[in-house]
């Protein structure tokens, strides 16, 4: 018998003792009683709030603050109506203070 043989067989048998104490592992009853969780300390996942238009047109009546947040997230990536109107609306409601240093365009008035 030569000693790749004699290597092989031996790891053969250590893998193979390994792979059965996992089985056994993954069967062998547990006796651990179950933790109990406080129902007030858990932490619980809120609705989404899906918008009420899916269109980038001005919206028909103003917008409230959960809108007008929801409606900058949504439309961050472009510029349109609904966008300038949500800044309109935290602008007024002081949520979002424009930064008088830099040139903005006059946010609701188009170019």
């Known amino acids: ?18 792979f059965a104490m996992v089985g056994v592992a993954c ?9 109990h ?6 932490c619980r996942l809120l609705p989404i709030e ?7 047109g001005p919206p028909d009546p103003p917008f409230t603050l959960t809108d007008a947040h929801l409606a900058m997230q949504l439309h961050r990536d472009h510029d349109c109506a609904r966008k300038h109107a949500a800044f309109d609306a935290l ?15 006059l946010w609701g008035k188009p170019w």
């Open 91 to 105: 602008v007024a409601a002081g949520r979002i203070h424009p930064d008088s240093a830099r040139r903005h365009r």
């Open 50 to 56: 899906w918008p009420k238009a899916w269109t980038c």
């Open 37 to 42: 969780r406080p129902a007030a300390g858990r």
């Open 1 to 18: 018998m030569g000693a790749w043989q004699v290597v092989h067989s031996v790891l053969a048998v250590i893998g193979g003792g390994a």
């Open 27 to 35: 069967v062998w009853p547990v006796d651990r009683p179950r933790r």
